[in-house]
T-cell receptor, first 111, second 110 residues
């Protein structure tokens, strides 16, 4: 029974490039959440999705960031034209109730 | 006022001691409460749910005080491996979204 999968685990991008982060939820889970964590800081909520729907994107920056959770396939967090300040750990969690289970995260480094 | 507040610590505690953390929340309508732990550079992991009657899991005890809107976590006979950041988590509203505290850092010293 695989847990939440995220890939890649590490991603290096130059400023101005695009970053695509993938998250496959735990089997049977239809809710996906994306969080960002800067070094030595707490977890910051970004977006909450269900299949084909964005439920809450109040934590997502208005520009350059987008997320989707299609009917088939993983959830994708997309960051366009990355800047150094986007360097962080991005965690995905999934649930089918209030208990959220996390993937190992993607560490994005922007050079 | 933050929706979920925790003392950031760090709490420096000798091995074998008992340590307790509190967390306060602002939404009186919240119904679900959790403690997660996060090790350095790792993902948060669910430690335990917090039930109205309080619950215990081995050396860990969680309590909920609805009247005062706080949740507590007690760790008995602390081990070196308990060193981590402990995150207090509360449900946001009618959907499954959660509100996360900033965490309390615990360091167990030999």
């Amino acid at each position: 029974n695989a847990g939440v999968m995220q890939n890649p685990r590490h991603l290096v991008r130059r400023r101005g490039q695009e970053a695509r982060l993938r998250c496959s939820p735990m089997k049977g889970h239809s809710h996906v959440y994306w969080y960002r964590q800067l070094p030595e800081e707490g977890l910051k909520f970004m977006v909450y999705l269900q299949k084909e729907n964005i439920i809450d994107e109040s934590g997502m920056p208005k520009e350059r960031f987008s997320a989707e959770f299609p009917k088939e396939g993983p959830s994708i967090l997309r960051i366009q034209q990355v800047v150094r300040g986007d360097s962080a750990a991005y965690f995905c969690a999934s649930s089918n109730n209030y208990e959220q289970y996390f993937g190992p995260g993607t560490r994005l480094t922007v050079t | 006022r933050k929706e979920v507040e925790q003392d950031p610590g760090p709490f420096n505690v000798p091995e074998g001691a008992t340590v307790a953390f509190n967390c306060t929340y602002s939404n009186s309508a919240s119904q679900s409460f959790f403690w997660y732990r996060q090790d350095c550079r790792k993902e948060p992991k669910l430690l335990m749910s917090v039930y109205s009657s309080g619950n215990e899991d081995g050396r860990f005890t969680a309590q909920l005080n609805r009247a005062s809107q706080y949740i507590s976590l007690l760790i008995r006979d602390s081990k070196l491996s308990d060193s981590a950041t402990y995150l207090c988590v509360v449900n946001k509203g009618s959907n499954y979204q959660l509100i996360w505290g900033a965490g309390t850092k615990l360091i167990i010293k030999p």
